[in-house]
């Protein structure tokens, strides 16, 4: 388990280093733009690359918690689950929850930060939906800066192999099934045979109540939402309620998960905080966001 995602990672790099395609490495499932950062991590020997990752991501989620306008109560965030899961494991959402708490509403820095969120398509897909509707209602330039530096950003690895979206597209279309159940939401509840229509209209209709608010209500919506994910993915609600709603439940809902087998157990984090949210005004339990 430790550093189990990390090797993946580091391992894709390695691959590329050694003038190979990520995809040649059997669980290479990142698109190319994102395969191409892992080379970063694969500088260094395995042992002391992880070291250097989890270190990291412990002063990123310290310096987020820090900054959080909650009690001193606030350091009890750091036994999240999720948190503790991502840094074990040596996943890559503590960096992105990071940066996304650095993303202001608006110019060039925004921009750029939206871009590098869409490394990891399920993080763009929980962070990002708010500020694109705040930008095609206010800010349209900010909008098509965006899309051009994200296109760019994805485009650029046709540079080294005109091919390798084809490679990528081949290393993930065995994941769509499995990757619904294990859903961190509603559409995890395909687990329990309820018709993927209703599903459907569940998640659009959480999806549009929580962009219609503030961004960390629209987050919580839209993990609830989220088509294909895994439960550590909630890392990204950290300081969004108070921690006492779900950092017990954290672990509750991670027994029960081992228990019944399955992933439906964890969109309980997320629907807490949704709910906690839609009743509570929006300056209640913020995280950091720059104006």
Same mark, same amino acid.
């Given at each position: ?5 990390? *090797? /993946? ?6 691959? %590329? ?5 990520? =995809? ?20 260094? $020997? ?52 990071? @940066?996304?708490?650095? !993303? ?24 990002? $939906?708010?500020?694109?509707l705040q930008w095609l209602i206010h ?22 192999? $005109? ?8 290393? %993930?279309? &065995?994941?769509?099934?499995?990757? !619904? ?5 509603? *559409? #995890? ?12 209209? !569940? #998640?659009?209709? %959480? ?7 503030? $961004? ?11 088509? !294909?994910?895994?439960? =550590?993915? /909630? ?17 509750? &809902?991670?027994?029960?998960? &081992? ?8 969109? %309980?984090?997320?629907? @807490? ?17 720059? #104006?």
């Amino acid at each position: 388990m430790f550093g189990a995602d990390f *090797f /993946n990672f580091w391992a894709i790099g390695r691959a %590329i280093l050694a003038g190979q395609t990520p =995809y040649s490495y059997s669980i290479s499932q990142y698109p190319p733009a994102t395969a191409f950062f892992f080379v970063l991590l694969a500088l260094l $020997p395995f042992q002391f690359s992880y070291a250097l990752w989890t270190g990291l991501n412990f002063v990123l989620v310290v310096d987020f918690i820090r900054k959080l306008k909650q009690n001193h109560w606030k350091w009890a965030w750091l036994g999240f689950a999720p948190v503790l899961f991502v840094l074990l494991v040596g996943q890559i959402d503590i960096f992105f929850l990071w @940066l996304a708490s650095l !993303m202001p509403t608006r110019g060039w820095k925004a921009v750029l930060l939206g871009a590098l969120l869409t490394l990891k398509p399920q993080i763009a897909f929980i962070v990002l $939906p708010w500020f694109l509707l705040q930008w095609l209602i206010h800010e349209r330039a900010t909008l098509l800066k965006w899309v051009l530096v994200t296109a760019a950003l994805h485009l650029s690895p046709l540079l080294f192999d $005109p091919n390798i979206y084809q490679k990528w597209l081949a290393s %993930i279309q &065995t994941q769509e099934d499995w990757r !619904m159940l294990a859903s961190p939401g509603v *559409f #995890a509840l395909s687990n329990l045979y309820v018709p993927l229509l209703i599903i459907l209209l !569940m #998640a659009l209709a %959480i999806a549009i109540l929580g962009i219609r608010r503030d $961004p960390l209500t629209s987050r919580a919506a839209q993990l609830l939402a989220l088509p !294909m994910g895994l439960w =550590y993915e /909630n890392v990204l609600l950290l300081g969004s309620v108070p921690w006492w709603l779900v950092v017990p439940v954290s672990w509750l &809902t991670f027994y029960v998960a &081992t228990l019944v087998h399955n992933n439906y157990p964890f969109a %309980i984090i997320p629907l @807490l905080v949704f709910g906690w949210r839609m009743l509570h005004k929006p300056e209640q339990a913020e995280n950091p966001q720059p #104006a």
